[in-house]
């Protein structure tokens, strides 16, 4: 009798343990990249190459994005008679051998690969806890010429676009697809815009049009995104914190940044190619599933990286705490970037030149973020952005 009513409340226990969300101390960081590109569109490498390498380089979670596709069905990939690519191919075929591998020569003599779907490659890799793949698609959409293009994370069929009479109405009828997937599937699905200044063609006045939207790339590491802007246009981030600062206005959800890496090309690396191990995001997730990692996303828990790690991120009391995982004989500047109510612009309210500062809100301001600005060179950087750094999410004042 004792023993059953010890089982019975240690079945309770679980249920109820297993019901409610860990407190954030329990909770885990999780790193992933959720913008990719492979063979299945215009990447230059096979899915199989692109998670292992992923999974040997620290992260936990990827979504391989191609572009209008999924990686499903039967697609012949030719490989370029360029060396790089015979070469690739050789050694894609050694890794995994001919049982795995179906290939064949066309009449032209070129070797052609049959792509293998996300069902085929995703059990290969994935480990319960370790490393997990998420179904995803880049919508890619455009406006008079002008590319558009929106991540939709956690996909369960091909979405296609939807375009438009404006670039914002393209952007908002792309983003209600998505969320009529969600009602559909009835699963967790999130939908990011990417680089807005790719082609300049994303601007403030349409970022601050959207509607329920809560995430864009603040860095991409493509090199032909222009995240600092130029003469003409403000950087990704300025433009962050003025999407912002009218979201409050109109009491609209935060806009959280992400970064990410947008790779294509897995060969030749340097400034000129979208490389992979650039940008990625940093999860606090209570484990690690779909569902788990938007659930975070969703809040705000996570934060968006080019190779600053924190030890530490809370949000408490209205203060802003950050801690930096230190690297060896390098240091860091923390500000704390924000706006007061009533004024037009941001500002920086405060900065540090530490591995570790707090900064407390106060009623007479919109928000606050922290950026982490590391002395150590980024090993492959695009644009001007040499250091590495780290951007944690707004957080507004909390009575
Ligand atoms: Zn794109
Ligand atoms: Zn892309």
């Known amino acids: 009798m004792n023993t059953l009513k010890t089982s019975t409340l240690a079945i309770f226990i679980l249920f109820f343990a297993c019901n409610e969300s860990k407190p954030s101390s329990e909770k885990q960081w999780y790193k992933g990249n959720l913008h990719t590109h492979s063979y299945w569109s215009d990447g230059d490498e096979f899915p199989e190459v692109i998670m292992d390498w992923y999974k ?22 030719t490989i370029s008679n360029d060396s790089i690519y015979q070469n690739a191919f050789k050694n894609y075929l050694n890794t995994y051998g001919s049982d ?5 020569q066309d009449s032209l003599n070129r070797t052609q690969v049959r792509l293998k779907t996300y069902k085929e490659y995703k059990p290969k890799f994935e480990e319960d806890g370790k490393f997990l793949i998420i179904q995803s698609e880049e919508i890619t959409d455009s406006y008079n010429g002008k590319p558009i293009h929106i991540n939709a994370t956690n996909v369960k069929r091909k979405i296609d676009p939807q375009a438009g009479n404006s670039v914002l109405e393209v952007m908002q009828n792309n983003l209600d697809e998505v969320a009529k997937h969600k009602e559909e ?7 990011h815009i990417n680089h807005p200044n790719f082609g300049y063609a994303i601007n403030l006045e349409d970022m601050i049009g959207l509607k329920n939207e809560q995430f864009f790339e603040v860095y991409n590491g493509h ?27 109109n009491n609209k959800p935060l806009m959280y940044g992400l970064a990410t890496d947008d790779s294509h090309h897995y060969h030749r690396k340097g400034s000129k190619w979208s490389n992979a191990g650039r940008g990625w995001i940093m999860v606090q997730a209570d484990s690690l599933n779909p569902k788990s990692i938007i659930d975070a996303m969703e809040v705000g828990q996570f934060y968006a990286s080019t190779g600053v790690e924190l030890k530490d991120l809370t949000f408490e009391n209205n203060t802003l ?20 109510k009533g004024q037009a612009e941001p500002e920086e309210f405060a900065s540090f ?13 919109l928000y606050v973020r922290c950026k982490i600005t590391s002395s150590k060179l980024h090993e492959n950087p695009i644009e001007d952005l040499l250091f590495e750094n780290a951007w944690t999410q707004p957080y507004i004042f909390t009575e």
């Open 56 to 77: 040997n380089n620290g992260y936990q979670f990827v979504a391989l994005t191609d572009h209008n596709t999924l990686a499903e069905g039967e697609k012949w990939k």
């Open 353 to 365: 030149e530490s591995s570790k500062a707090s900064f407390k809100l106060t009623n007479n301001m």
């Open 223 to 249: 090199p032909a995104v222009h995240n600092s802007g130029n003469n003409e246009h403000i950087s990704t981030e300025l433009m962050w914190d003025y999407i912002n600062m009218a979201y409050i206005e």
């Open 100 to 104: 795995w591998v179906k290939h064949k």
């Open 321 to 340: 705490s950050v801690q930096v995982k230190e690297y060896k004989n390098t240091t860091y500047k923390i500000s704390f970037i924000g706006c007061e």
């Open 185 to 191: 599937f009835g699963t967790p699905i999130i939908a």
